[in-house]
């Protein structure tokens, strides 16, 4: 997007222009007052916007109104199976400035601006490796009728699910003995893991390797491995994402390592580190396997995310 779109829409009270840096407190103020299921901290919204890889200051929109910020929008072009994809990462309008045009606005704005980069397709919120949630939360009534009315399509749904610490006991010598899990050691990852691991990754969830580097820079390392030899067979991270707030994840075991115990052993050493440092609950995101972590560990599911995309291009 050229950056004098920034100032295409503007009228004697509302203009839009390029976040700034000063803007970090009014926006945090702005955020929090209206998305009140995804509250930040300035942490958090530094590691969303430009801690994010893929921030391109011309895709970060604040919309001001007389000096006050009055909404928001990010978005980002990600890497999906070879292709490009875009994403309206971040969205928020002031209470007080709503149905007056705000929102619709800066995602379109955003919207304009990742076609014109070749996206063939946006989504909504799904801007894996950093993201804040795999979805809007359903429990904002209001972005249905938003969404669909501006061409966006429902594609699916997806969840959170959380696990109670101070509840469980992490200890897996009953699963280890059950398994017969023999020869393999579990560890906190070394230095010499880092080969054996990006290979793992690279051939079944290369995706995942910026989280699995996060994890790694963490001290101590936030990321345990099962090790046979020099190969690693597994691994599961912790707090590689939406850091300081009890995110898991990711984990993965090789194919032909599945159906042995170690993904829960793996595990149970993650959410074991969260709650010696203190965190109430553990936040697994975007979950798939529902089932393995209700019956590993009592994860219940928390949050329902309603999935969106428009179609940019054929």
């Known amino acids: 997007m050229p950056r004098q779109m920034a100032s295409l829409w503007q009228n004697r009270f509302m203009k839009l222009r390029a976040l700034r840096r000063d803007d970090a407190g009014p ?7 209206t998305a009140r299921f995804d509250p930040l901290t300035p942490e958090l919204l530094e590691e969303k916007t430009r801690g994010d890889a893929g921030f391109d200051p011309d895709m970060a929109l604040v919309c001001e109104d007389g000096g006050a910020v009055a909404g928001f929008a990010m978005g980002v072009l990600r890497q999906a199976h070879g292709k490009d994809v875009g994403v309206i990462k971040l969205v928020a309008v002031a ?9 619709g606005k800066v995602v379109d704005s955003i919207g304009h601006a990742l076609s014109e ?31 669909l009315g501006r061409d966006y399509r429902r ?28 020869g393999l050691l579990f560890r ?18 290369p995706s995942w390797i910026p989280e699995v580097h996060a994890a790694l820079r963490n001290r101590p390392v936030s ?34 390592a599945r159906r042995r115990g170690i993904g829960h052993v793996l595990l149970f050493r993650c959410l ?23 019956q590993c560990a009592g994860a219940a599911v928390s949050r329902i995310f309603h999935r969106y995309e428009k179609v940019l291009s054929t």
């Open 27 to 33: 926006l945090l103020e702005m955020w929090n007052a």
């Open 95 to 103: 209470v007080y400035r709503r149905r007056r045009g705000v929102g």
């Open 117 to 147: 980069r070749g996206a063939p397709a946006v989504r909504v919120c799904e801007s894996a490796p950093n993201y804040l949630t795999p979805g809007v939360d359903a429990r904002y009534s209001a972005a249905p009728h938003f969404f």
């Open 155 to 182: 594609i699916g749904e997806a969840c959170n699910m959380t696990v109670d610490l101070p509840e469980r006991d992490f200890d897996t010598g009953a699963v280890e003995r059950e398994h017969d899990i023999g």
């Open 188 to 205: 906190r990852a070394l230095d010499s893991d880092h080969p054996g691991l990006m290979e793992l990754l690279e051939m079944n969830w």
């Open 223 to 256: 990321l345990y491995v099962a090790v046979i030899g020099d190969e690693v067979l597994a691994f599961a991270a912790f707090d590689a994402n939406n850091r300081g707030t009890g995110w898991f994840g990711p984990m993965g075991t090789a194919p032909t």
């Open 272 to 294: 074991s580190d969260m709650a010696a440092q203190g965190h109430r609950y553990a936040i697994i995101p975007w979950v798939d396997p529902v089932d393995f972590y209700r």
